[in-house]
């Protein structure tokens, strides 16, 4: 099984900064990485990437894959509370497994 | 579309007791799975099916069975319920044409005393 790593395991900032979350993977029958958000419920679709270099945009939230280097980056800029939440990285391989890492609890306090 | 279902959403068992939980979906999808996702864990798959009449093991999948046949429904059925079994679980699905988008359903909160 690939394993996925996430760091930080959790991470607590002011609105309005900045954060940057980290996601590195095993590459054996790589497919894509995904992002997910989790609040108290089941986990919600952000990005999928396949490609290196090219970034994905959503609002105030971006992620970039390094397929050289193994890894991914979600980056949510000028932070609210409503981003309070635990965000999963997972990577998919051929047969359309998911491996999920354990996921960055990000608290946002006013 | 009502997307992923499961039922119920609450679960309390004893030891050795044995439940099917219940997954649906209506998009016609044909790749389904099972996690499940304890504090500090993540999400791990348990078991998944390409299609009807096909299942395959995940990560975890040991105490759990599932059967696939209809595209719709892809229960869970736990055999003899421990402790240790104690998660939430989640059902997903997706479309197996590539990568993309899983839909999770809402969760089942499991609790074995």
């Known amino acids: 099984e690939d394993k996925v790593v996430q760091s930080p395991l959790s991470l607590v900032v002011h609105e309005g900064d900045t954060v940057t979350l980290n996601c590195s993977y095993e590459v054996t029958n790589f497919r894509s990485l995904l992002w997910y958000k989790q609040e108290k419920k089941a986990p919600t679709f952000l990005f999928m990437l396949?490609?290196?270099?090219i970034e994905k945009k959503s609002g105030r939230l971006s992620s970039i894959l390094d397929k050289k280097e193994l890894f991914s980056i979600l980056n949510i800029t000028a932070t609210q509370t409503g981003d309070s939440a635990v965000y999963l990285c997972?990577?998919?391989?051929?047969?359309?497994?998911?491996?999920f890492g354990e996921g960055t609890q990000l608290t946002v306090n006013p | 579309n009502a997307g992923v279902t499961q039922t119920p959403k609450f679960q309390v068992l004893k030891t050795g007791q044995s439940m099917t939980l219940q997954c649906a979906q209506d998009m016609n999808h044909e790749y389904m799975s099972w996690y499940r996702q304890d504090p500090g864990m993540g999400l791990r798959l348990i078991h998944y099916s390409v299609g009807a009449g096909i299942t395959d093991q995940g990560e975890v999948p040991n105490g759990y069975n599932v059967s696939r046949s209809t595209t719709e429904d892809f229960p869970l059925r736990l055999l003899s319920a421990a402790p240790s079994q104690t998660s939430v679980y989640f059902c997903a699905s997706r479309n197996d044409r590539g990568a993309g988008e899983q839909y999770f359903g809402p969760g089942t909160r499991l609790t074995v005393t």
């Open positions: 997972a990577e998919e391989t051929s047969g359309s497994r998911l491996t």
């Open positions: 396949t490609s290196s270099g």
